[in-house]
């Protein structure tokens, strides 16, 4: 095997790794936040097919597979078909840029444990996040339907308003790293994580990425009591299922950004450097899946006026703040 | 294999441009857009210039379009595949558009330098950063008073229309509709 042979063999098993796992903690995502949301409220939850209801997953595939597709007459028909797909590609795409593990040796060469390492990992983000915004305008547009059209502006008004506060809560962890290369970022955390020294920032952006993948107490795109399910109402089958898993990498997606930008990324004492990113990921599926047995959601006007008047000012100020402290670290 | 992908990207770019400008339906030009801010930011990319790539997509694709989306999906168009083609009258502003960036273009392609490289080295976010605001700085800081402008008479118009509660029927349609939404 030639050298590029070897390279694009170890690139497609880097893609097929992270789709295989990222799919399957999406899928089973889905079933841990029944049984805790259950736990919850003090019921069982599903605990039938399998063993403490373990194949519930496959069962709900197969269930959404053997649903009629249905597209509502007066529907835009190609736009409708594609906005599943649009609000699921960005998630998993986002994938490619984090690092979610130390670099191996394998076959006598330095592998690190990341798709794409960009010199604009963390504007790849950005970029791919606002994208994520079509799935939901576009589905809920191209349904005709009024609910699904009311969640799909509200979702469109939501994921605008806190991309700005995302992106400002992110500006701080670059300035410390000194670089927006993600595998840069986790390396300048090794001692110390920047939850440390940047907590406002990391509230910042654990509220936005919660109102990002529209969970409760941010889903008022979906909004069940009002509006039957919002910008998906229309969908049946696997394309709506597609809306589902989508959602769930997203919350996956989300909480590697946040181990990488906050909790240090792979780094950790004693377990191997995978098993860390991973748990510390899935300590923020499940803080969301807490979150959603907790909080009742918000109204329309407190979500904009929180989005806007508490959390884009306080990033600004916190920027502020670390370029001042920033520079009387330089002056001592 | 460089070029051949550059090849369809540049195909994808031009093809979807077109169909933008053709589409009547406007949510669906916006799409085909999209689609060719996409293809054309990968060509940045390849071009060494990964900083313009991606705030191509975060700008344009991820900020405008969306807004020009938001704005569209508020308002009612009727019927747009039922409009006619322009007439004689609307065509003459985008032929001289036309004419003028052809112009441009042409001028630039006969008198470009002899050695124009296609793919120098990547230019990184730091290079880029100390270009746009040290040697450029006052330019930035011009854009930027205009955008402020912008953003002052946008305020100022939407305030008008508040007051006396008449007029822009369209954007009165768009509050009203945020509005009923706060007492859900």
């Given at each position: 095997?030639t ?20 799919l ?23 605990n039938?097919?399998?063993p ?13 597979l ?81 609910y ?22 992110l ?5 410390l ?28 952006f654990l ?20 509006l ?31 181990t990488?930008?906050?909790?240090g ?15 510390k ?48 670290r330089?002056?001592? | ?9 540049a ?56 807004l ?13 595949e ?5 007439g ?12 003028v960036t ?21 230019i ?10 040290g ?46 939404e706060?007492?859900?």
């Open positions: 095997m050298d590029l042979t070897l390279d694009i063999t170890i690139h497609l098993a880097k893609i097929a790794l992270i789709f295989f796992v990222v399957t903690l999406a899928a089973y995502l889905v079933f841990a936040e029944r049984r805790l949301l259950a736990w919850i409220q003090d019921r069982k939850g599903p039938r097919v399998g403490f209801g373990l194949l519930q997953p496959l069962a709900d595939l197969i269930k959404l053997t649903k009629e597709d249905f597209r509502p007459p007066q529907a835009d028909k190609w736009l409708f078909y594609l906005a599943p797909a649009m609000a699921a590609i960005p998630a998993i795409l986002t994938f490619a840029v984090i690092p979610f593990g130390a670099p191996v040796r394998l076959l006598g060469r330095e592998v690190p444990l990341q798709v794409a390492d960009l010199n604009v990992g963390l504007l790849f983000f950005m970029a791919l996040s606002s994208i994520a915004v079509y799935g939901v305008a576009l589905g809920g547009w191209a349904s005709n339907s009024k699904a059209l009311l969640g799909s502006i509200r979702g469109l008004a939501q994921l605008i308003s806190y991309e700005l506060s995302m992106g400002l809560s500006v701080p962890t670059v300035m790293a000194g670089s927006l290369r993600l595998s840069e970022i986790v390396a300048a955390q090794k001692g110390v994580w920047f939850i440390v020294y940047q907590p406002l920032a990391f509230a910042i509220v936005s990425i919660a109102a990002e993948c529209k969970r409760i107490p941010f889903d008022i795109p979906e909004a069940e009591g009002e039957v399910a919002g910008f998906h109402t229309e969908y049946s089958g696997m394309r709506f299922g597609l809306f589902f898993v989508g959602e769930y990498i997203n919350i996956i997606v989300l909480g590697g950004l946040a990488t930008f906050f909790l990324g792979w780094h950790g004492p004693l377990l191997p450097s995978f098993v860390w990113f991973v748990a990921t899935l300590a923020f599926a499940f803080f969301f899946i807490w979150m959603r047995g907790t909080l009742p959601r918000l109204r329309y006007d407190q979500l904009m006026h929180l989005g806007w008047k508490v959390l884009t000012p306080l990033a600004l100020v916190n920027i502020l703040a670390t370029g001042w402290w920033l520079m009387i330089e002056l001592r | 294999m460089e070029p051949a992908i550059f090849y369809i990207l195909a994808v770019t031009v093809i979807a441009t077109l169909f933008a400008i053709a589409e009547k339906h406007a949510v669906h030009a916006i799409v085909y857009l999209v689609t060719s801010f996409f293809a054309l930011s990968v060509i940045f990319f390849m071009l060494g210039a990964p900083v313009v790539a991606v705030f191509e997509v975060i700008i344009y694709a991820g900020a405008i379009m969306v020009f989306l938001f704005v569209i999906m508020m308002l009612d168009l009727g019927h747009p039922r409009a006619r083609l322009p004689g009258r609307d065509w003459w502003p985008a032929l001289v558009l036309g004419a052809l112009a441009a273009a042409l001028t630039l392609f006969v008198s470009r330098g002899p050695a124009a490289s296609a793919a120098g080295k990547a990184g976010v730091k290079e880029f950063a100390l270009a746009l605001f040697k450029y700085g006052v330019a930035v800081e011009v854009i930027s008073l205009q955008l402020l402008f912008a953003l002052v008479g946008a305020l100022y118009l939407g305030k008008r229309r508040n007051d006396r509660g008449e007029g822009g029927r369209r954007l009165g349609e768009g509050q009203s509709l945020l509005r009923e706060r007492h859900p």
